[in-house]
């Protein structure tokens, strides 16, 4: 059957529409006095250059003692690989819960979540591929914090590009976590692509297989052509989403049968049309994120190939016509749940920040005994020379952005310099992306 779920009666649908409306005037309501201006306070301190080289140095250096460690469980593989396992993906929750510590506490953002209280039970206690649309800079956080919730973030699964596994950080933990990396060429993936997964029947964790199976992010000039190959081949258009490519989908579900549970099927938009960035986050803005979620048994989807085609059509149409209702009623269907948000990712964070800032407090207190003033007021006037303009170099973090800039040699703009190392940490997240 390709009939995925049963239509909403129109009360429902009201009544999650006052839902919205009431969570829209919580939203609205008036701080109280006097916390306006500590509010202001933090906000400007979350702005300054200094914040941000301090959360880049702390992620970077982090992830590189991270790697180290992963690196010295090589010998411990072929003697105990399940419990070499379970180390790296303690190894890897301490590197990408920071970005959800970054996501949640930092900038403040709270994903809601909608979704059927009876699948809400079985979330974090099996195996599920994650299909996730990819319309926004930061839906790899949302995805990671729907993650976290549930407890499954250290050994959560993505498919990767194949260059990725070559970055130190993100590339080189995803890789001794089993990450699957394809270079989308087909012929050549197709062999690594299947053992990779077949790596994973016998994973010791629960772990979540997250799949964009439309390939790239939404962009207007992608979903353009997308159309123009959807009235080709006589498929419906979709408004919201690119076509999805069903190979990749039908070959993970044909090898994760009997390991996978379930599909989840996740549907991501923002209220009030917010286009949330990455950049956005580090400066400490909040945004408000909406995540439908359902579960559908991975029984119901077909074997055959082609029916499996026809099946993920059906199941976009439908991501469609949800992202459509909310573009008119500001909320998804279903009633809302909220998960305890823990505090393990932040005192994660914090321990990471505290130990690796203590080596630069004893710099700073030998150079202050120095008693050199000369080096004193180079080291303050380095780090209050931070960019007084972020919008004019937003686009200068995004690598593709970059690169094209390099090659139409278009004049150099002034940067920081410090500016190379939140670049490098941009450039590998907007690569996930």
């Known amino acids: 059957m ?20 009431d969570c829209f005037i919580a939203d609205r309501k008036e701080p109280k006095p006097g916390t306006t201006d500590k509010m202001g306070l933090v906000q400007w301190l979350k702005g300054q250059f200094l914040c941000h080289l301090i959360i880049c140095y702390g992620f970077l250096v982090s992830g590189l003692l991270v790697n180290l460690l992963q690196i010295c469980t090589l010998p411990l593989w072929p003697i105990n690989k399940q419990l070499a396992r379970r180390i790296n993906c303690k190894l890897g929750y301490s590197l990408t819960s ?16 909608y979704t059927d209280p009876a699948d809400y039970q079985t979330y974090g206690k099996e195996n599920a591929i994650v299909v996730l649309n990819h319309n926004f800079e930061i839906d790899f956080l949302c995805g990671w914090t729907f993650c976290d919730r549930f407890g499954v973030l250290g050994a959560s ?15 080189w933990m995803w890789y001794f976590l089993e990450m699957v990396f394809i270079k989308r060429k087909w012929e050549e993936d197709k062999r690594s692509f299947v053992q990779s997964l077949q790596n994973l029947r016998d994973y010791p964790e629960n772990f979540w297989f997250l799949l964009h199976c439309e390939g790239t992010r939404f962009t207007e000039e992608k979903h353009q052509i997308s159309m123009e190959v959807a009235e080709k081949k006589g498929l419906p258009k979709l408004k919201h989403h690119l076509l999805p490519r069903t190979k990749g989908f039908w070959v993970a579900v044909q090898n994760l049968r009997g390991t996978v549970a379930a599909v989840y099927c996740c549907t991501l938009n923002f209220r009030n049309n917010e286009t949330p960035t990455l950049l956005g986050v580090i400066n400490g803005k909040k945004y408000h994120p909406d995540l439908y979620i359902r579960r559908i048994p991975l029984e119901s989807v077909p074997e055959d190939e082609a029916e499996c085609s026809s099946w993920l059509h059906k199941l976009y149409q439908e991501k469609d016509q949800f992202q459509e209702d909310y573009s008119h009623t500001g909320c998804f269907p279903g009633p809302v749940v909220t998960p305890p948000r823990g505090p393990w990712s932040l005192i994660n964070w914090i321990g990471w920040t505290c ?15 120095s008693g050199s003033i000369l080096t004193i007021l180079a080291t303050v006037a380095f780090c209050s020379a931070g960019p007084r303009k972020w919008r004019q170099w937003e686009n200068l973090f995004n690598y593709r952005a970059l690169w094209i800039r390099l090659q139409m040699n278009v004049p150099r703009v002034p940067v920081h310099p410090c500016m190379p190392w939140i670049m490098y940490t941009y450039s590998m997240l907007a690569k996930i992306v």
């Open 157 to 171: 699964k993505c498919l990767a590009k194949k260059e990725l596994s070559y970055l130190p950080v993100i590339g």
């Open 2 to 21: 390709l009939i995925l779920i049963k239509p909403y009666r129109q009360t429902v649908w009201r009544q999650h529409f006052r839902q919205c409306q």
């Open 355 to 369: 130990l690796l800032l203590y080596p630069l407090y004893l710099l700073l207190v030998q150079l202050v005994l």
């Open 98 to 113: 920071q970005s959800v510590a970054l996501l949640e506490w930092w900038s403040g953002t709270e994903v809601t979540f």
